[in-house]
């Protein structure tokens, strides 16, 4: 009985010490494994990082250890463009309450999205509107993040510039949308009140020519105030054998002319429409003529936006004109 009791002890240190040497070495792994960083990825890790991003991540629920998890998994390419990201919001959520958390789904891959954009990029200001807009209360869908991720800076400028005009439409606002698909019958109306002026009159090809361009940019105005941005509009030409196709004689073009590469992603984007149409000028009911080297008709090519891009505008974009209803 009295071997077992000088034992005892120096079996129970034996077992202690082992226990703790497997506890250092489990630790000593876990912490080898989470500080393990792919090569392929960059992903940003300063304390500060998630002190300045934190307002942004507490909409989604990504708080503390979840918080920590979700920007492991990030793919994060620039800190310092997640940094003006989180700076931007702080100051577009002054006087602002949180109406909604944001999901995960836009959440999270918003985050990468804007990670990819360098530190100076406007879009990033539209990124932070984006995440504004959606916490605040307005329409934010997934979508919008795959649109965020197509297009580039010249994109974003034209879409900057051309929003100008369309976000002072009340229709668009009211998701009225008659008001570009009558923009054949608005110019048509507008053309034909012009042409009342030359009634009873017979034109040389000089006054011809002035006086249809005075027409061309009445009408062009008109169209932009009723929300429709005129690209192009002009009389034709007619053919002839040292001429076999039409050609522009009279022409008015809008700023929106030959920024032609923009315009074409934008409509593949289905952000903006655009629609071609031909106007017969009503001559003979005005008692009105003209030279024979002209056809008796105006070319038009319209710009409008689509639902889908005064959706996404008024969600991405700073400057919303919200005609709320009274």
């Not at 989604?60 to 994060?76: F, P």
Request: charged share 25%.
């Amino acid at each position: 009985m009295a071997k077992k009791k000088t034992t005892a002890p120096k079996i129970k240190a034996e077992a202690t010490a082992k226990a703790e040497l497997v506890a250092k070495a489990s630790y000593q792994r876990k912490r080898t494994t989470t500080e393990v960083i792919p090569p392929d990825v960059t992903r940003a890790k300063t304390a500060t990082w998630l002190t300045i991003i934190s307002p942004i991540t507490e909409w989604a629920g990504l708080k503390g250890d979840v918080l920590k998890h979700r920007r492991q998994q990030l793919r994060i390419q620039q800190e310092a463009a997640l940094d003006r990201l989180a700076k931007i919001v702080q100051s577009e959520m002054e006087g602002k309450e949180i109406v909604q958390p944001l999901p995960p789904k836009i959440m999270v891959p918003a985050l990468e999205g804007a990670s990819l954009e360098n530190p100076d990029s406007p879009l990033l200001e539209w990124w932070a509107n984006l995440l504004v807009s959606g916490a605040t209360g307005g329409k934010t869908r997934p979508y919008y993040i795959d649109l965020m991720k197509v297009i580039g800076a010249e994109e974003a400028a034209f879409l900057s510039e051309i929003w100008e005009k369309f976000s002072t439409v009340k229709e668009y606002m009211y998701e009225n949308f008659d008001v570009s698909r009558n923009t054949s019958h608005n110019l048509r109306a507008a053309i034909n009140g012009q042409l009342e002026g030359l009634k009873g009159r017979q034109l040389d090809r000089q006054t011809y020519a002035t006086e249809m361009r005075t027409i061309l940019e009445y009408s062009g105005a008109q169209a932009e105030a009723k929300g429709v941005q005129l690209e192009l509009l002009f009389a034709l030409g007619k053919r002839s054998r040292s001429l076999p196709i039409h050609t522009p004689l009279v022409v008015w073009e809008s700023k929106l002319y030959g920024r032609t590469v923009p315009l074409e992603v934008c409509i593949a984007l289905n952000l903006l429409a655009v629609e071609e149409t031909w106007i017969e000028l009503p001559l003979q009911r005005h008692q009105i003529t003209i030279p024979a080297g002209f056809e008796e008709v105006v070319y038009v090519k319209a710009v409008y936006p689509t639902k889908l891009g005064v959706d996404f505008l008024r969600a991405c974009h700073r400057r919303v004109v919200r005609n709320d209803k009274e």
